[in-house]
């Protein structure tokens, strides 16, 4: 630590410092983090013990959000990267289309125009509107693990469609790169071999890849958490959309955003850091 | 060393056999008009000038370069630029790349378990006793459990010939394997091809190691500009070439 670092900290310092004295005396706020922490948990008056309020809920449903659409954008960006590679002229056509729509389009402006082509096209066709939203199907503690409020059913499933047909045009570029980075001759070695195209990639090149692209691909996902703050604009009933109306119907903007930012970098950095662990570990097995 | 007599019996049905195959890389020919037929047991040679068509020609044997004109037929079946099933006839066309192509995310012996376990269905208790049985005959059994990038220029290609060896293939393809070793490592690898060429396997062999051609080979194919300008056995061609592209070819090999 040199005199440089320990200025530079003081001054940071001084910037936090100022920054809460203009909040608190000239623009005269007054904080009530307790009124927040209420929306984070609540007592319940009937039982007497504690439940999770609105802002958990968000979380919670942020965190299903992203865990399904992290898993559907990851087989999407694998057959799509794949198709990316493939000698086949159709599927490289499908698959550049793919990328090259959405990698063009704001991300809003995709998901505003792919909402209303999924709630009101599709999801009456594959039939998600007539499930039976208080059948025993979905009313067990499993699928509410999973899914969440049955009754807010189609809701999630849209936002997770379109937040992981976003991302799984970035994850296909990355499955690009990545086939592409390996050597040609694994590729003849493992065809000379007799294996069958799909044994090639699961066997040879795909091990080789995902090696490779594992820090670009934690990078994507924990976008993609944060990206899944865009479908609040769609009425997803997660973190951000939540946030925003706590924050409208107690005022208290400044609490409810630095608990909502909270929540998010806590989410974020721990999956960073399982990222890190799991890069590290791949690096000794490739040593 | 097989009587050279025998690859020309007529009734022993060929193990190989390419006739009029051509290949083109827009205006350039790579292969032009290749006759070539190859009975079981015979060991050949393929040598000729860098760009001569040798690696390419092998190559389409197992359809890892695509021909455009031409039959080529392997033990019997005729392969086909996109064919179904060239998975079947590749497993019994063992090649050695001039790299090594060692998979190396995988140990040594898990380079050699792939194919038979994936290929040939064996439990991978059976494939690493198969496995560690090659090795055994390569010498690198005590490297088994170390991954590729651990071992020498010339362990990784007696690895690659084991890995081949593996899938009990009816015929080896060897695309050069000697020519990114190291001058001390040659000799290794040489050894462990003039045993499996004493032991009756089927081979192509596509090197510079005149002296290995000499001991080994029933027949010299000798390239030129993707077309075949010789072929005979290693005593004639060596001695009395007959073309005058085979004479210069020689010379300037012996000249260094």
Redesign the interface.
């Known amino acids: 630590m040199t005199l440089v670092d320990l200025v530079l900290f003081g001054l940071v310092a001084a910037l936090i410092a100022y920054a809460a004295y203009r909040v608190n005396d000239v623009l005269v706020y007054h904080w009530n983090w307790s009124r927040v922490f209420n929306f984070v948990i609540r007592v319940d008056e009937d039982t007497g013990s504690l439940v999770p309020n609105l802002l958990l809920q968000g979380l919670a449903t942020t965190l299903r959000l992203a865990a399904w659409a992290t898993v559907l954008a990851t087989i999407i960006g694998l057959v799509m990267g794949y198709w990316r590679t493939s000698k086949n002229l159709t599927l490289r056509i499908i698959s550049r289309c793919y990328v090259e729509l959405i990698r063009n389009i704001p991300p809003v402006v995709f998901i505003f125009i792919f909402y209303f082509f999924v709630s009101s096209q599709l999801f009456p066709v594959i039939g998600i509107d007539s499930i039976d939203r208080e059948g025993a199907l979905v009313t067990n503690s499993v699928f509410q693990f999973f899914f969440g409020d049955p009754k807010l059913l189609s809701n999630f499933l849209a936002g997770m469609l379109c937040l992981a047909l976003f991302e799984a045009a970035y994850i296909t570029e990355i499955v690009r790169a990545g086939i592409q980075s390996i ?1 040609k ?2 590729w ?9 195209r799909f ?1 090639v990639l699961r ?2 090149i795909l ?2 890849a995902i ?1 490779k692209i594992l820090p670009p691909l934690a990078g994507q996902f924990i976008t993609l958490i944060k990206d899944s703050a865009i479908v609040s604009l769609i009425s997803i009933q997660e973190l951000t959309f939540l946030a925003t109306e706590v924050a409208s119907s107690t005022t208290k903007v400044f609490e409810t955003w630095i608990t909502v930012a909270a929540m998010y970098f806590v989410l974020c950095y721990g999956f960073a850091s399982v990222f890190r662990y799991l890069e590290k570990r791949a690096a000794k097995a ?2 | 060393m097989t009587n050279n007599a025998d690859q020309t019996t007529p009734q022993s049905t060929p193990i190989v056999e390419l006739v009029g195959v051509c290949k083109w890389y827009g205006e350039f020919s790579a292969l032009y008009d290749i006759n070539l037929s190859i009975s079981n047991g015979e060991k050949v040679v393929i040598c000729g000038p860098s760009g001569s068509g040798k690696s390419t020609l092998i190559r389409c044997i197992n359809q890892l370069e695509v021909h455009q004109a031409g039959t080529i037929t392997v033990s019997g079946r005729e392969v086909k630029p996109e064919m179904k099933g060239i998975e079947h006839i590749r497993r019994d066309v063992g090649m050695v790349f001039q790299s090594f192509n060692l998979f190396p995310h995988l140990t040594v012996v898990d380079n050699l378990t792939l194919g038979p376990i994936r290929n040939l269905g064996m439990s991978k208790d059976d494939a690493t006793k198969t496995a560690m049985e090659y090795l055994e005959r390569v010498q690198i059994a005590e490297q088994a459990d170390k991954f590729p990038v651990q071992l020498s220029g010339g362990q990784q290609q007696r690895v690659a010939i084991a890995r081949a060896l593996c899938m009990k293939p009816k015929l080896m393809l060897f695309d050069e394997p000697t020519s990114a070793l190291d001058p001390e490592m040659i000799s290794g690898v040489l050894d462990v091809m003039i045993e499996l060429a004493n032991d009756g396997m089927t081979m192509i062999v596509v090197t510079h190691e005149m002296g290995f051609a000499r001991q080994v080979a029933d027949r010299v194919v000798f390239m030129d500009n993707g077309e075949i300008v010789e072929i005979a056995d290693p005593e004639t061609f060596f001695n009395n070439p007959t073309t005058d592209r085979a004479q210069l070819f020689l010379s300037q090999l012996l000249s260094h």
Do not use: Y
Not at chain 1, 188 to 196: D, N, V
């Open positions: 050597d001759g694994q003849e070695a493992a065809r000379a071999m007799g294996l069958s044994n066997d040879v091990p080789q090696r490739n040593r």
